[in-house]
């Protein structure tokens, strides 16, 4: 009894070990990710990277699946890519199975060569066609004849300090979607917040909430995303932000997610620039730029 009892319990575990991949997942690009282990298991580790991975594919999912309903294929640009994490997830678990003759994309843009080599390299080795990967800025991109004038999807996780700015200012003029964001190391603005001395700060009371050092990083790093928040409305996007549950190895979690509406938000433009007054941080106006009066 007791023999039948652990082998019922050791097929349990087994069946539960399983449903945690999903089927027609590639085991060598789970290997290659370290979310699986050489000899292809789940240790402790690698079942928190695959909570991860489900959990940010679940608010992706559904954009991908909007767009190629309305288009018929989709592309989506990851900027800041790295080791191209998480667009070799979204090809393996959406877009291989469009088939060859989709015309679907996704587009890995990273500033290390080391790295887009290597992406080249296993995209080549999976038979991912539908993967490019690009040596270039974030910056660089918005002007890249090897992108198209039109992009569905944007992403950017983790894009240090201004390169998730840039990735805005890419996804508003590739007339992008959706964007999928999750900003870190914001810098620049608390540097200016250091050198704001002004009138307008001098006589705000708020001041004192960046008087203090530590307080000048973290409320910089609130009030960047309330000002990209406002920017993003201000050019018609409707803007949900929450948080990616489980990502302990990181303080910032902050997920935005924009989808574009049309029009302008002029109520959404105003608070932005009175933010910028109040503040002291008026020569940031063209980093959140607003759209032109028509």
């Not at 349990?12 to 298991?41: A, M, Y």
Request: net charge positive; charged share 25%; hydrophobic share 35%.
């Amino acid at each position: 009894m007791k023999s039948t009892a652990v082998q019922t319990q050791q097929s349990k575990s087994e069946k539960q070990e399983k449903h945690e991949i999903r089927p027609g997942q590639s085991i060598e690009l789970l290997k290659e990710l370290h979310i699986l282990t050489r000899d292809g298991k789940l240790n402790q580790d690698s079942r928190r990277k695959l909570k991860q991975v489900y959990h940010l594919y679940q608010f992706i999912e559904p954009l991908l699946k909007q767009v190629l309903e309305q288009k018929g294929a989709v592309s989506l640009v990851d900027h800041g890519a790295g080791k191209s994490y998480l667009g070799f997830i979204l090809y393996d678990l959406f877009f291989k199975d469009l088939g060859k003759d989709n015309t679907s994309c996704i587009y890995g843009i990273e500033t290390r060569d080391e790295l887009v080599a290597k992406s080249r390299e296993l995209a080549e080795r999976l038979d991912f066609g539908g993967m490019q990967f690009l040596n270039l800025s974030v910056a660089e991109s918005s002007h890249s004849t090897a992108l198209p004038e039109q992009i569905d999807i944007v992403t950017a996780l983790h894009a240090c300090n201004t390169a998730t700015d840039d990735a805005i200012d890419f996804a508003l003029k590739k007339k992008a979607k959706f964007m999928v964001l999750v900003p870190c190391c914001q810098a620049e603005v608390a540097a200016e917040l250091r050198k704001s001395k002004g009138e307008a700060v001098k006589n705000n009371p708020l001041s004192e909430m960046w008087r203090h050092p530590i307080h000048t990083r973290e409320f910089g790093s609130q009030i960047t995303n309330v000002l990209r928040c406002l920017q993003l409305e201000s050019h018609g996007y409707q803007v949900r932000v929450t948080e990616l549950v489980g990502w302990e190895h990181s303080m910032k979690n902050e997920l935005i997610v924009a989808e574009y509406k049309g029009g302008r938000n002029n109520k959404s433009a105003q608070r932005l620039t009175e933010i910028l007054n109040s503040t002291g941080l008026t020569n940031l106006q063209p980093r959140f730029f607003l759209p032109e009066l028509k």
